[in-house]
């Protein structure tokens, strides 16, 4: 007879129903229920989470045995839906300007520029070329700014366009003695002002030296340096002086001796009605394509170096360059994905198989890849069918779906290797079957998870992240769509063959009965590494020792988040040996030493002087806003003697003529825009007003905390003084200024819910409290740790990195989940203690999942390992950034949350079947053994 304690678990579990049914038999026969007796009750949560977990792993189940059934007709089907989706393409939109891209669509900025791009576009164009050397104000510097203003009269296009005709003019005022009779007699004759000459808008040291002669080869040839000396501290104009010298130097009296830099400023024009009819789909802004190849044509006079003097450097910049230079590293980086292609197929191959010539499985390899690139054009296809945008931020998608897929690839592969002898001896139908039935679960927790965390994360209000976070839910959605069809397919195809001792590459040639693998081969190292790791883990010393680790991490990454800053420069986008990154860093050096320059536009208003009187009060209050503005128009305050409040809207237009004709007002001709684009003449009435501009100048901020308030506060001004119409400021830099007014509330928003979605699915798909509240913990601690060392690692809070955090949440998801999960399922076996059955039940865990885990992490670190190699900021930040999240994803889903598990970890199933047997021992003297 045996004893309670000696029967193993499964005859108490039987054992015990035995003893229950005896129980229930001694009761009354006659007592039966009444019909008042009988309740109905809901089931509980519990038991819902657990029917459906239940019914999820049979249609798995059902799912996997079909596809091993008809692995053919799978293959088909996949590979038709992926052409039937490429018609999305047919609407594919690419967008880069900043409008589009970073705006809310309910700001009011978005209203009003496109309300100024419809009815003004602008239609200027900015060229610069900087010249540098250990002193430009010597006769060598001087020559080589006046070589380069030669070649830029000298560019002719094939159709020859010349700088004549595409440079913005301007009037300045002349007497008769300044120029030549017939000059003077050509403007009278043509209606323009005798005393007025239009040029083109070319800035250089040269009008300093020369302001009223035209410079010659002569004037040149006869200047030295202490006669360059003599101009430039004689002038009149000091301002204009230091505004286009750099590294300026001064002598005792406080004289000019020297300089290191110097700039020409180009103005160019475009036809901006041509470019709206035909625009270049290569540019952020429209422009026509005369003007694109007379810009490549201007910057291959300027970077030519023929006749430069050595020891002088020169560096460019033409509006075209900024697209050119993103578009050119764009493709020229696109060969580190094929790259990394390269290397995850070299990399899967080795993991997925065994180094003998059946069990290797190079076809599956290259399938599970292909299944990748299926789904990537999937959500390609499908996303533009629905008119979401394509921006600069999508070109990491692939990297991002690459990494995905092969977690999920790695994951499958494993839960069949997890079956035991037994079970991979039946038919291939009921194999993969219980291969998904459990792979299915595992990978649905993550993908379910990365897609729900994905669309919340496009709840946010900038446009640009919110196409992106829908193309990452559509694309993780493709993935997992595809490995649980077309890799679930080949793999079914591989393994027959396998089974079928057919050799890995050619599979015609089939080894005979006696074949067997080698030994060596069916050694897997992984799994003897995870294996010492956890009983490592498992030993107290060591538990603490990772505990202590882990929270100084956390500690050491709370610092970096103390210091990481909200800031971006356009610098970061170009790369640091192209010709445009020579410009940006001459300018950072040398003409850095002002801020940025904002406009006020005034439109749908009517010409009163109570109108006049209020933006002569806008004017005084920005004049008084020193903290934050350097300088003002004063056209409206130097008006102010032109007109009285008496005066009616007619008069008010010829005293806007005279004033805009006076040797105060002509540098103010443009900011005012007439009906039908007329222009006013002298001493006439000035054509009606539809839109006038205030301009100002802003000082150089150092970031975010500075320069959005300063931004609001010229806003609220306007607000302010109540100007009737379509107020509004505007600048180049305040799209991107208002972007950094709500990004740190967007990035906090999209990480709460994301954070939540996290725990409510994962809550639900585990079925378990404990597990739940450890997955979101871990997914905390390693979104801190990544974010603190962001810092250390010299990135910051900006558009990219945003994007790139939300991406960290999903897959550090993927860590913690497939072991929390993985636990569930184990059983600690028939053993007394709490503290040991946790930690068998960590063990097992490790061993069964964890180098799935392992691998898919590693698979994502490999995919972007190239890209640290990129000089193309956003793919170095997307390397930094993933890396941080693979080594502190597999650091707290292998390492530390183990040691959690073995700590708190929940129970599960023998939890219930120890008790039975406590129930079972209380019972003893009654049972009859």
């Given at each position: 007879?045996?004893?309670?304690?000696?029967?193993?678990?499964?005859?108490?579990?039987?054992?015990?129903?035995?003893?229950?049914?005896?129980?229930?038999?001694?009761?009354?026969?006659?007592?039966?229920?009444?019909?008042?007796?009988?309740?109905?009750?809901?089931?509980?949560?519990?038991?819902?989470?657990?029917?459906?977990?239940?019914?999820?792993?049979?249609?798995?189940?059902?799912?996997?045995?079909?596809?091993?059934?008809?692995?053919?007709?799978?293959?088909?089907?996949?590979?038709?839906?992926?052409?039937?989706?490429?018609?999305?393409?047919?609407?594919?939109?690419?967008?880069?300007?900043?409008?589009?891209?970073?705006?809310?669509?309910?700001?009011?900025?978005?209203?009003?520029?496109?309300?100024?791009?419809?009815?003004?576009?602008?239609?200027?164009?900015?060229?610069?070329?900087?010249?540098?050397?250990?002193?430009?104000?010597?006769?060598?510097?001087?020559?080589?700014?006046?070589?380069?203003?030669?070649?830029?009269?000298?560019?002719?296009?094939?159709?020859?366009?010349?700088?004549?005709?595409?440079?913005?003019?301007?009037?300045?005022?002349?007497?008769?003695?300044?120029?030549?009779?017939?000059?003077?007699?050509?403007?009278?004759?043509?209606?323009?002002?005798?005393?007025?000459?239009?040029?083109?808008?070319?800035?250089?040291?040269?009008?300093?030296?020369?302001?009223?002669?035209?410079?010659?080869?002569?004037?040149?040839?006869?200047?030295?340096?202490?006669?360059?000396?003599?101009?430039?501290?004689?002038?009149?104009?000091?301002?204009?002086?230091?505004?286009?010298?750099?590294?300026?130097?001064?002598?005792?009296?406080?004289?000019?001796?020297?300089?290191?830099?110097?700039?020409?400023?180009?103005?160019?024009?475009?036809?901006?009605?041509?470019?709206?009819?035909?625009?270049?789909?290569?540019?952020?802004?429209?422009?026509?394509?005369?003007?694109?190849?007379?810009?490549?044509?201007?910057?291959?006079?300027?970077?030519?170096?023929?006749?430069?003097?050595?020891?002088?450097?020169?560096?460019?910049?033409?509006?075209?360059?900024?697209?050119?230079?993103?578009?050119?590293?764009?493709?020229?980086?696109?060969?580190?994905?094929?790259?990394?292609?390269?290397?995850?197929?070299?990399?899967?191959?080795?993991?997925?198989?065994?180094?003998?010539?059946?069990?290797?499985?190079?076809?599956?390899?290259?399938?599970?890849?292909?299944?990748?690139?299926?789904?990537?054009?999937?959500?390609?296809?499908?996303?533009?069918?629905?008119?979401?945008?394509?921006?600069?931020?999508?070109?990491?998608?692939?990297?991002?779906?690459?990494?995905?897929?092969?977690?999920?690839?790695?994951?499958?592969?494993?839960?069949?290797?997890?079956?035991?002898?037994?079970?991979?001896?039946?038919?291939?139908?009921?194999?993969?079957?219980?291969?998904?039935?459990?792979?299915?679960?595992?990978?649905?927790?993550?993908?379910?998870?990365?897609?729900?965390?994905?669309?919340?994360?496009?709840?946010?209000?900038?446009?640009?992240?919110?196409?992106?976070?829908?193309?990452?839910?559509?694309?993780?959605?493709?993935?997992?769509?595809?490995?649980?069809?077309?890799?679930?397919?080949?793999?079914?195809?591989?393994?027959?063959?396998?089974?079928?001792?057919?050799?890995?590459?050619?599979?015609?040639?089939?080894?005979?009965?006696?074949?067997?693998?080698?030994?060596?081969?069916?050694?897997?190292?992984?799994?003897?590494?995870?294996?010492?790791?956890?009983?490592?883990?498992?030993?107290?010393?060591?538990?603490?020792?990772?505990?202590?680790?882990?929270?100084?991490?956390?500690?050491?990454?709370?610092?970096?988040?103390?210091?990481?800053?909200?800031?971006?420069?356009?610098?970061?986008?170009?790369?640091?040996?192209?010709?445009?990154?020579?410009?940006?860093?001459?300018?950072?050096?040398?003409?850095?030493?002002?801020?940025?320059?904002?406009?006020?536009?005034?439109?749908?208003?009517?010409?009163?002087?109570?109108?006049?009187?209020?933006?002569?009060?806008?004017?005084?209050?920005?004049?008084?806003?020193?903290?934050?503005?350097?300088?003002?128009?004063?056209?409206?305050?130097?008006?102010?003697?032109?007109?009285?409040?008496?005066?009616?809207?007619?008069?008010?237009?010829?005293?806007?003529?005279?004033?805009?004709?006076?040797?105060?007002?002509?540098?103010?001709?443009?900011?005012?825009?007439?009906?039908?684009?007329?222009?006013?003449?002298?001493?006439?009435?000035?054509?009606?007003?539809?839109?006038?501009?205030?301009?100002?100048q802003h000082p150089l901020f150092s970031g975010p905390l500075e320069h959005v308030p300063a931004m609001n506060k010229v806003k609220d001004l306007i607000k302010e003084v109540n100007i009737e119409g379509r107020v509004f400021a505007k600048s180049i830099k305040y799209e991107f200024w208002e972007v950094d007014e709500i990004l740190s509330a967007e990035l906090i928003r999209s990480v709460t819910l994301a954070l939540v979605c996290v725990f409510l699915i994962v809550i639900f798909m585990l079925a378990n409290l404990t597990a739940a509240f450890l997955v979101l913990f871990c997914v905390m601690f390693t979104l801190v740790d990544v974010m603190g060392f962001m810092y250390f690692w010299g990135l910051t809070i900006d558009t990219t990195s945003c994007m790139l955090l939300i991406v960290c949440i999903g897959l550090s998801v993927d860590y913690a989940a497939h072991i929390a999960h993985g636990f569930l399922e184990q059983d600690g076996g028939d053993i007394k203690s709490r503290e040991a059955r946790l930690n068998l039940r960590t063990q097992k865990t490790l061993l069964k999942i964890g180098p799935a885990v392992f691998y898919g992490g590693f698979s994502t670190l490999l995919a972007t390992i190239l890209l640290a190699g990129s000089d193309y900021y956003l793919f170095v930040a997307f390397f930094k950034v993933f890396f941080l999240v693979v080594v502190f994803g597999l650091f707290h889903g292998l390492v530390f949350l183990p040691v959690v598990l073995c700590l708190v970890g929940p129970t599960h199933a023998e939890d219930v079947a120890h008790n039975e047997k406590y129930e079972l021992e209380k019972l003893k003297p009654t049972i009859d053994l």
């Amino acid at each position: 007879m045996k004893s309670v304690n000696e029967l193993p678990v499964a005859d108490f579990r039987q054992l015990f129903k035995q003893v229950i049914t005896q129980q229930q038999m001694k009761r009354s026969a006659d007592e039966k229920p009444k019909k008042d007796d009988c309740k109905c009750s809901f089931p509980s949560l519990g038991t819902l989470q657990t029917r459906f977990l239940r019914r999820m792993a049979q249609l798995f189940d059902s799912h996997g045995r079909f596809v091993a059934c008809h692995p053919n007709i799978t293959i088909t089907a996949c590979v038709f839906l992926t052409l039937f989706s490429m018609l999305g393409f047919l609407n594919f939109t690419a967008k880069s300007d900043t409008l589009s891209l970073w705006i809310p669509e309910i700001s009011e900025t978005k209203d009003h520029v496109e309300w100024l791009n419809k009815n003004f576009p602008p239609d200027t164009r900015y060229h610069s070329a900087i010249v540098k050397a250990d002193n430009v104000l010597s006769k060598e510097g001087i020559n080589t700014v006046y070589l380069l203003q030669k070649r830029i009269q000298e560019v002719r296009t094939k159709d020859n366009v010349t700088w004549e005709d595409m440079c913005k003019k301007i009037a300045i005022p002349v007497t008769i003695e300044e120029v030549s009779w017939v000059a003077w007699s050509f403007n009278v004759v043509f209606g323009g002002c005798p005393h007025f000459l239009e040029i083109c808008l070319e800035l250089s040291i040269l009008k300093i030296l020369s302001p009223i002669e035209e410079v010659t080869d002569e004037f040149i040839s006869n200047l030295n340096q202490s006669e360059i000396l003599r101009l430039i501290n004689e002038s009149d104009k000091k301002d204009d002086v230091l505004q286009y010298l750099g590294g300026v130097t001064y002598d005792m009296e406080g004289n000019i001796v020297g300089a290191k830099a110097t700039k020409i400023d180009l103005i160019s024009e475009t036809n901006i009605t041509e470019a709206l009819l035909n625009p270049d789909p290569s540019t952020s802004v429209p422009v026509t394509n005369v003007s694109m190849m007379f810009e490549e044509d201007l910057k291959v006079a300027l970077l030519n170096t023929t006749g430069i003097p050595e020891g002088i450097d020169v560096s460019v910049i033409v509006s075209r360059s900024f697209d050119d230079v993103i578009n050119e590293n764009i493709i020229g980086n696109y060969n580190l994905l094929f790259s990394g292609f390269a290397i995850m197929f070299v990399y899967v191959l080795i993991m997925l198989g065994k180094f003998n010539c059946v069990e290797h499985r190079v076809w599956l390899s290259l399938a599970g890849l292909t299944g990748i690139v299926l789904g990537s054009v999937f959500c390609m296809g499908l996303c533009s069918a629905f008119g979401l945008m394509f921006t600069q931020l999508h070109n990491v998608l692939p990297f991002l779906m690459l990494g995905i897929g092969i977690d999920d690839m790695f994951v499958l592969v494993q839960c069949y290797e997890n079956l035991s002898v037994e079970e991979k001896k039946e038919d291939i139908a009921k194999r993969f079957g219980k291969t998904l039935s459990y792979a299915g679960m595992a990978v649905s927790v993550t993908s379910v998870t990365n897609i729900v965390a994905f669309a919340l994360g496009a709840t946010t209000v900038i446009p640009a992240l919110r196409s992106f976070c829908l193309f990452c839910s559509v694309g993780i959605l493709a993935i997992f769509i595809y490995t649980l069809t077309f890799f679930t397919a080949c793999m079914v195809l591989d393994q027959k063959r396998i089974d079928e001792r057919r050799d890995g590459c050619f599979c015609c040639w089939r080894h005979g009965e006696s074949w067997t693998p080698n030994k060596w081969t069916k050694k897997n190292y992984l799994d003897i590494f995870l294996k010492k790791l956890a009983e490592i883990s498992t030993h107290r010393a060591c538990k603490v020792a990772i505990t202590i680790i882990t929270f100084a991490l956390f500690g050491l990454a709370c610092y970096g988040i103390s210091k990481l800053e909200q800031r971006f420069e356009e610098r970061w986008l170009i790369p640091d040996d192209s010709y445009l990154a020579k410009w940006f860093d001459d300018r950072q050096e040398f003409f850095n030493n002002k801020g940025e320059r904002g406009t006020i536009y005034v439109a749908e208003f009517e010409m009163n002087g109570k109108q006049l009187d209020k933006v002569q009060s806008l004017v005084r209050k920005l004049a008084n806003q020193t903290d934050i503005i350097t300088e003002v128009d004063t056209w409206a305050l130097g008006f102010s003697d032109f007109y009285d409040d008496s005066m009616n809207s007619t008069t008010l237009q010829v005293e806007l003529g005279k004033y805009l004709h006076s040797k105060d007002g002509l540098q103010f001709h443009d900011r005012f825009e007439f009906a039908n684009g007329a222009r006013p003449k002298c001493n006439e009435e000035a054509p009606d007003v539809v839109m006038f501009k205030i301009q100002y100048q802003h000082p150089l901020f150092s970031g975010p905390l500075e320069h959005v308030p300063a931004m609001n506060k010229v806003k609220d001004l306007i607000k302010e003084v109540n100007i009737e119409g379509r107020v509004f400021a505007k600048s180049i830099k305040y799209e991107f200024w208002e972007v950094d007014e709500i990004l740190s509330a967007e990035l906090i928003r999209s990480v709460t819910l994301a954070l939540v979605c996290v725990f409510l699915i994962v809550i639900f798909m585990l079925a378990n409290l404990t597990a739940a509240f450890l997955v979101l913990f871990c997914v905390m601690f390693t979104l801190v740790d990544v974010m603190g060392f962001m810092y250390f690692w010299g990135l910051t809070i900006d558009t990219t990195s945003c994007m790139l955090l939300i991406v960290c949440i999903g897959l550090s998801v993927d860590y913690a989940a497939h072991i929390a999960h993985g636990f569930l399922e184990q059983d600690g076996g028939d053993i007394k203690s709490r503290e040991a059955r946790l930690n068998l039940r960590t063990q097992k865990t490790l061993l069964k999942i964890g180098p799935a885990v392992f691998y898919g992490g590693f698979s994502t670190l490999l995919a972007t390992i190239l890209l640290a190699g990129s000089d193309y900021y956003l793919f170095v930040a997307f390397f930094k950034v993933f890396f941080l999240v693979v080594v502190f994803g597999l650091f707290h889903g292998l390492v530390f949350l183990p040691v959690v598990l073995c700590l708190v970890g929940p129970t599960h199933a023998e939890d219930v079947a120890h008790n039975e047997k406590y129930e079972l021992e209380k019972l003893k003297p009654t049972i009859d053994l």
